[in-house]
């Protein structure tokens, strides 16, 4: 969901892919092991799994919209604040981020490339922000989704730095069918993504990431589904450069022109970050 994701993703030629099952199968269980004396010793909770129980508590942990506002890479301006829940709901411990069609011109997004807006619907993003440094050398961020995956929806849970872009870790991203892209982008082309077919992406299904510095500049960043471990990416240059963790409903851009015509749905629940403290 990068700025510049469009240009960056157009060509696999330019992307740096994982291999070396072994090597790699190592290095993961060598970071659980890591993960696992992190936890014991000094785990801390930033963000529970229980913010989406009251609008109270979403107000408490998450901002409304993106954190530089209302628009970005797609057709879709996003919506929201404590006196408007059109777009951003909550019911059950559930959170429902709801796109919809407008039939009205409204202009064109003010974030490259500039698309017609099409749709409005709803992102937000939390107020802690992920930093990895010799503090909080572990940090872990998940949580459970039911993704729209129609030609046209763009659905999100990702990453992105503070103050520059990249560094930027997808944790969720669907782009118009059943595949979701774990990205891991180190500049606008040097860029790691690991692209698994989902059953059933609409059903509630866990995302995970488990970031850990392993030296004064870098960090590993091992992606999960549903509690399988599917690729480990080299996240070179995030060692102290905090990151948005943002949750959006995003539409077209990416994932095709042709759009829903009618509302689409993207819901998540028990969303978790909590961190080691050396």
């Not at 107000?59 to 996003?78: C, F, I």
């Not at 790691?192 to 004064?216: C, D, E, F, L, Q």
């Not at 994932?255 to 909590?274: D, K, L, M």
Request: charged letters at 15%.
């Amino acid at each position: 969901m990068g700025e510049f994701a469009d240009r960056s993703r157009a060509g696999f030629g330019r992307r740096t892919l994982i291999t070396g099952a072994a090597a790699v199968a190592a290095s993961a269980a060598a970071t659980l092991g890591t993960a696992r004396r992190a936890r014991a010793a000094t785990w801390e909770t930033v963000l529970n799994t229980d913010s989406f129980a009251s609008y109270q508590s979403l107000e408490a942990n998450w901002n409304y919209l993106y954190p530089w506002g209302s628009d970005h890479n797609g057709s879709a301006r996003m919506y929201g604040s404590p006196s408007d829940h059109n777009h951003i709901y909550l019911s059950g411990g559930v959170l429902t981020l709801q796109a919809t069609r407008i039939n009205w011109n409204e202009g064109n997004s003010s974030s490259t490339p500039h698309l017609p807006i099409r749709y409005h619907s709803g992102a937000i993003h939390a107020k802690h922000q992920v930093l990895v440094n010799d503090q909080f050398p572990n940090y872990e961020v998940k949580g459970e989704f039911q993704a729209p995956s129609a030609p046209g929806t763009w659905p999100a849970f990702w990453l992105t730095g503070v103050n520059s872009w990249p560094p930027e870790s997808d944790i969720l991203e669907f782009k118009g069918d059943s595949r979701n892209w774990f990205n891991t982008f180190r500049t606008s082309s040097d860029v790691s993504s690991k692209i698994v077919t989902v059953s059933s992406p609409g059903s509630w299904h866990a995302y995970r990431a488990w970031i850990t510095k392993v030296n004064a500049t870098d960090v590993d960043i091992h992606y999960y589904l549903d509690d399988t471990w599917q690729a480990v990416h080299r996240g070179a240059g995030f060692v102290g450069k905090p990151l948005w963790l943002i949750c959006n409903l995003q539409m077209e851009g990416s994932s095709g022109s042709s759009g829903p015509s009618g509302n689409t749905y993207y819901r998540a629940r028990n969303i978790y970050v909590g961190r080691s403290r050396a």
